[in-house]
């Protein structure tokens, strides 16, 4: 168990650029899940994959932001046209399901986030 | 909709003493579990506890315990002995009883343990 890894641990960019963030679950998990941490709040959930397949979205992943797991290991979350409000912390978690909610330490492994600064 | 509320945004504790952390929650559903997880400065979130609502008995973790009130939608938790390395952020969380297994967190509480 090498945990989750997220790539790069922290990026800064121009409001409009495009930034893409990647997530490593640990190699069991079949579900990958990636979450919103702005400065002083609690994350919020952005959206989950079973495999490759993405099988909820939250409103708060508006059209320009795409995530995807094409073979059902890594996901890259991609922010479009990127804006201030964009800043925040993605955090990326990971669980086997098929074992059930409570098979690991941590229910959801969580991986140490990629810190995205909008200027 | 599910909401979690942390009204303390900050709390300190002396090293050794004892401190309790709150958390609100609202829901309309049955089956649900509650957590509370730790993360500390710039560091992943771990799980400190588990509660499942269905459980009267209040989960225990070491020097960590819960007082789950369920009528009361209340789900506090108790740092007994406090570490220095307890000094992190703390997240109470909501998951519905379903296969999603998505969280929904509260704001934080930040806690200072001072030596």
């Known amino acids: 168990d090498t945990g989750v890894s997220q790539d790069p641990r922290h990026k800064i960019t121009k409001r409009g650029q495009n930034v893409t963030f990647r997530c490593d679950p640990i190699?069991?998990?079949?579900?990958l899940y990636w979450y919103r941490q702005t400065l002083g709040q609690g994350p919020e959930f952005l959206t989950y994959?079973?495999?490759?397949?993405?099988?909820?979205k939250s409103r708060l992943l508006s059209d320009r932001f795409s995530a995807e797991r094409p073979k059902g290991s890594f996901s890259t979350l991609e922010i479009q046209r990127t804006e201030q409000g964009d800043s925040a912390m993605y955090l990326c978690?990971?669980?086997?399901?098929?074992?059930?909610?409570?098979?690991?330490?941590?229910?959801?492994?969580f991986g140490a986030g990629s810190r995205l600064t909008v200027l | 909709a599910q909401t979690v509320t942390q009204s303390q945004p900050e709390m300190s504790v002396q090293e050794a003493e004892t401190v309790t952390l709150s958390c609100t929650y609202d829901?309309?559903?049955?089956?649900?579990?509650l957590f509370w997880y730790k993360q500390p400065p710039s560091r992943q979130m771990i799980l400190v506890i588990r509660?499942?609502?269905?459980?009267?008995q209040n989960a225990t973790e070491n020097r960590f315990s819960v007082n789950f009130q369920k009528a009361a939608k209340s789900f506090s938790l108790k740092i007994s002995d406090s570490q220095l390395g307890d000094t992190a952020m703390y997240f109470c969380?909501?998951?519905?009883?379903?296969?999603?297994?998505?969280?929904?967190f509260g704001s934080g509480t930040r806690l200072l343990v001072r030596p």
């Open positions: 978690a990971s669980h086997n399901s098929e074992r059930g909610l409570f098979s690991g330490a941590n229910v959801l492994t």
């Open positions: 190699s069991e998990h079949n579900r």
């Open positions: 994959f079973q495999n490759e397949a993405q099988l909820e």
């Open positions: 829901t309309s559903e049955n089956n649900y579990y």
């Open positions: 509660q499942e609502a269905y459980k009267q």
């Open positions: 969380a909501f998951m519905k009883g379903d296969s999603s297994y998505t969280l929904i």
